[in-house]
């Protein structure tokens, strides 16, 4: 069975810093999932990833599947990005690749 | 497409009562998914189906969760009864294909007093 761990656990950043979050897994999957959770509580899917590196707007996701490690970065930073990002991963190797296991979360602020 | 639909978003009640909730899938999605996330757990898969036949049941935590699809474009969750260990946000999300992007719709927080 799958396990997932996120840091930073909390972020507090400035408008405008390079924001990192980090993912790590302990089984080998086919894709992983970045998610977003906004302050009011709904979730958003922002990558789905299974090699290499995936870019929307300000947010750039990696994967490095032989070190089962992903990072979520996002440039210039701003006040609205302020969310809990989520890492999620399939459960089992080889099984369902819907049964999704999900990290705690790095709930990340960004101050004006 | 309105996304996807959950009812109610917030829903009160007492320990002992059942409590349903339910979720509309995006048209066309054939793979439907419901979460329980809390303070201490997180998020949690509960049971997924795909084509409306339940796949694993694995996260549902007691025999008082029961979930059913009685279509493509309906799914319920019950509790029953309800206990307060209970209270959480649930969540149904929608897939098209089972690995492929899932989409969330806005939860229903619970809670039982």
């Known amino acids: 069975k799958n396990e997932v761990e996120q840091s930073p656990q909390n972020l507090t950043a400035q408008e405008g810093e390079f924001i990192t979050i980090n993912c790590s897994y302990s089984v080998g999957i086919s894709a992983l999932h970045w998610l977003q959770q906004h302050p009011g509580g709904g979730i958003v899917s922002l990558f789905m990833?299974?090699?290499g590196k995936k870019k929307h707007g300000r947010l750039i996701a990696t994967i490095n599947i032989q070190e089962k490690h992903s990072s979520l970065h996002i440039t210039a930073s701003h006040p609205r990005d302020s969310a809990v990002y989520i890492c999620a991963v399939p459960m089992n190797y080889g099984g369902s690749q819907g049964n999704l296991i999900f990290g705690k979360g790095t709930k990340l602020s960004v101050k004006p | 497409d309105a996304g996807v639909i959950q009812s109610p978003r917030h829903e009160v009640t007492e320990m002992g009562q059942e409590v349903t909730l339910r979720c509309k899938p995006i048209s066309g999605h054939d793979y439907l998914f419901w979460y329980r996330q809390t303070m201490m757990r997180g998020l949690e898969l509960l049971i997924y189906?795909?084509?409306?036949?339940?796949?694993?049941d694995s996260g549902m935590p007691e025999d008082r969760f029961s979930a059913k699809m009685p279509n493509a474009s309906f799914s319920t969750l019950k509790i029953q009864p309800s206990e307060p260990r209970d209270s959480a946000v649930y969540f149904c999300?929608?897939?098209?294909?089972?690995?492929?992007?899932?989409?969330f719709g806005p939860g229903t927080r619970l809670t039982v007093l």
């Open positions: 999300a929608s897939s098209l294909g089972g690995g492929s992007e899932q989409f």
């Open positions: 189906f795909n084509n409306n036949v339940p796949i694993d």
């Open positions: 990833l299974s090699s």
